[in-house]
């Protein structure tokens, strides 16, 4: 079962994607950065297999990537992989959903590192939702709103997310592992353009939670129904602050209480895309992010938002070149310095 991490006190860390294409590079940089929670990076510049959804697809049963679209075959019979899909879950057979160089080189390449310094080592994982609403089948319907296979999809995220912790412990000499559900789509609760079914989605979140042991994360950057996503008990849940943090304190009585109860806040006060980054300075961004300090410790002690929270770029960094991603992360880590010293009061 899922559990909470050991508080961060505002350390920083990353955020999926970088703009790498050299793996060894890419880890080199988050390692240098983030020191004491490094993240595994994920490099969708090297190639469409390396991109949300496409990076976590390998054991789909039914799957056909066509015209640079990853789509469901519904006119085959599948039925024989979806079933080993749920045997496999049932007994926690989790070695046949593990990722390949050509899906994941940012995180083989991490796993061979030594970062037992670290506090905590994140990866993330294409969640349920954002997988099953991309992926589209024969009558181009999206396959999160065929019961079965959305059901399916959360077991089958299940056995990577619990391969990835698995591989992150052993191969790494991580103290702790947090798998983070990469969900744009939650953004979509409460939506009547694009509905998604909140019981669909706790049922698919308490799937993977029972076979994940150590931490499980959310991350949206874009605003969603927060109250709802905080009541699933996730460790870590990642938001846009630069963008939507007016919207999240909205729900500052449920920050509270998921805090209180051990829940971490990683909040992305950092903008992703360099354009915007660029017209940003480091003390404009540590005074936004005081301002929300001050707002929700109306209601808190800071000594408790500060030992709950991380500090992070808002989203996966795509558009930027390899110089222009680390002044991003650095960035990142320079806000974490500062507030770590007013912290300790320094």
């Not at 099953?132 to 396959?143: F, I, N, S, Y």
């Not at 996503?229 to 500052?252: C, G, H, K, Q």
């Not at 989203?315 to 770590?340: K, L, Y």
């Amino acid at each position: 079962m899922a559990k909470m991490i050991s508080s961060p006190h505002s350390l920083a860390t990353g955020v999926g994607a970088l703009p790498h294409t050299d793996p060894a590079e890419a880890c080199n940089d988050v390692l240098a950065i983030f020191p004491r929670f490094p993240y595994v990076p994920t490099l969708p510049e090297r190639g469409l297999r390396e991109s949300i959804v496409f990076n976590d697809s390998e054991q789909l049963p039914g799957r056909i990537i066509r015209n640079d679209r990853l789509l469901y075959d519904s006119t085959a019979d599948n039925m024989a992989g979806i079933e080993k899909v749920y045997m496999d879950y049932v007994e926690g057979n989790y070695a046949p959903y593990g990722l390949h160089k050509e899906y994941g080189s940012g995180f083989i390449e991490m796993m061979s590192r030594d970062i037992s310094p670290a506090k905590v080592l994140k990866c993330q994982v294409t969640g349920p939702v954002t997988f099953g609403m991309q992926v589209v089948d024969a009558d181009k319907r999206p396959v999160y709103y065929d019961a079965q296979l959305a059901d399916m999809l959360s077991k089958m995220i299940a056995l990577k997310a619990r391969w990835c912790e698995v591989e992150m412990k052993e191969k790494t000499g991580a103290a702790e592992t947090v798998v983070v559900l990469n969900e744009p789509y939650l953004a979509s609760l409460g939506s009547s353009v694009v509905p998604v079914d909140k019981e669909m989605v706790r049922t698919g979140w308490e799937d993977i939670a029972a076979l994940v042991e150590g931490g499980l994360g959310i991350h949206c950057c874009s605003n969603t129904d927060w109250e709802f996503v905080m009541d699933l008990r996730p460790s870590i849940v990642s938001i846009d602050a630069y963008a939507t943090a007016n919207e999240f304190l909205l729900y500052a009585d449920a920050i509270v209480t998921y805090m209180e109860r051990g829940g971490v806040v990683a909040w992305g006060i950092i903008p992703a895309e360099y354009k915007i980054f660029a017209t940003e300075t480091p003390d404009r961004l540590h005074e936004r992010y005081l301002d929300i300090r001050t707002r929700l410790c109306s209601r808190m002690p800071e000594d408790l938002f500060d030992a709950q929270s991380l500090i992070t770029p808002s989203c996966g960094i795509r558009f930027a070149d390899r110089e222009e991603a680390v002044a991003i992360m650095q960035t990142a880590a320079e806000i974490s310095r500062r507030i770590r010293k007013e912290e300790k009061g320094q």
